[in-house]
Structure formats: structure tokens, C-alpha cells
């Protein structure tokens, strides 16, 4: 068995010629890929990180491991692997938005959040955000942040897996685990959406 550690950019090379070996050999269809992506994107991977936010939300000691080292808390909650041996968790406060990026390829925790959408790995998003962070929450995912609040933006990279860990919001008081978890979105924990609205 060989150890070598391989980047990013050569697993993506051999899981591209997996997925064609797979389509050519006619064991999977194209579209059972992309499906199969747009679960690991949207539903199975956001939903492990929605289950670490919940369980900060209601308590306290997790939320203060979960800021200190995010990788080892996500271990108590039995979530960890490749691209999550060194995530970061900024905390959202009234006075801070945090928003993330990888300026350089695409870095992303993925036993958090999964697959990271189309769009974080875009050039023009990897270079905009930096620059020019709360235009680009307005104008390309239609989020205001309020003037009176900092926006911070953190540049990922293969040692530092950043995510965010989105407020509370107010009206939630002694609402289930359950119903908690359906506020949290994945663009809240990248930073480019707000939590779902309290009904
Ligand atoms: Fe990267």
C-alpha cells in the first residue's frame, strides 16, 4: 500500500477517469453522477454541518470546543475525514459576517458541507468576494448585510478549512433539535446566505 499524500487536484484527475471508466463501461449514467454530486452538494454533506450548528446553538461548552478546534468537536458528533483535518470555525456575531472563499483553487471542508457548489469554485467568485465582499452578497445571492456589521472573508487553503458557524436567530427559544435544523442552510455556513426565516 502506497502512503502518499495527494493534492486536491490529483484525486479530482482520478475521480474523473473513474466516472468515465464507470459511464463507458456502462455501469453509470451520466446523470446518476451528476445526481449523485447534487446530493453530496445540497443534501447529504450540508446536513452533517447543520447537525454540528444546531448542537453549538444549544450548548454552550460544544460551541466553545467547536471555535477552539473544529475538527476535533466534529469527532464528538462522529464527523470527520478527507478535507476536515483542519477546519476553522468563525462565529457570526452582531458585529461580524464571515464569509468564505478559497482564492487559490477550491478548498472546502467537505465532512461538513459536502461538495462545494459550482460557483465557490468560479474564478469570478474566488476574486470578487476578496475584493468587494458585501457587493457580491448583494448583487450574486441577493444577501444584505447591515452597514453597521464587518464583513470578514477567509481565504481557505489546504492547511486551514474555514466554514461558519451562523447566530441563532432570535424567536427560536425552546424550538426542537429538529425544527433547528431546518434553519440552517449550506450558503449560512459558507456565508453567503442567512439562516432560514423563523416562521
Ligand atoms: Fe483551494
Keep these: 500500500m502506497s502512503s502518499t499524500v495527494r493534492t486536491p487536484e ?8 473513474l466516472e468515465s471508466m464507470l459511464i463507458e463501461s456502462g455501469v453509470m ?10 446530493i453530496y452538494e445540497n443534501e447529504v454533506g450540508p446536513q452533517l454541518g447543520a447537525q454540528v450548528v444546531v448542537r453549538a446553538w444549544t450548548d454552550p461548552a460544544f460551541k466553545a470546543r467547536l471555535v477552539a478546534d473544529a475538527s476535533e468537536a466534529c469527532k464528538e458528533l462522529g464527523i470527520s475525514g478527507l478535507q476536515g483535518e483542519d477546519m476553522v470555525v468563525v462565529e457570526n456575531t452582531e458585529a461580524v459576517h464571515n464569509v468564505i472563499v478559497c482564492t487559490l483553487c477550491s478548498c472546502y471542508p467537505w465532512p461538513v458541507l459536502g461538495l462545494p457548489p459550482n460557483w ?14 458585501r457587493k457580491v452578497l448583494r448583487e450574486s445571492f441577493g444577501f444584505t448585510v447591515p452597514d453597521d456589521v464587518e464583513v470578514r472573508v477567509w481565504d481557505s487553503s489546504s492547511e486551514m478549512r474555514y466554514w461558519v458557524l451562523p447566530q441563532r ?9 429538529e425544527q433547528l435544523l431546518a434553519l440552517v442552510t449550506r450558503d449560512a455556513m459558507i456565508g453567503v446566505g442567512p439562516v432560514g426565516a423563523v416562521a
Design 10 to 17: 490529483e484525486i479530482a484527475a482520478r475521480v474523473k477517469a
Design 29 to 38: 449514467t451520466t446523470q446518476a453522477i451528476d445526481r449523485m454530486v447534487e
Design 120 to 133: 465557490y469554485k468560479d474564478p469570478q467568485y474566488r476574486a470578487a468576494i476578496t475584493r468587494e465582499p
Design 169 to 177: 436567530p432570535a424567536g427560536t427559544e425552546g424550538w426542537s433539535d
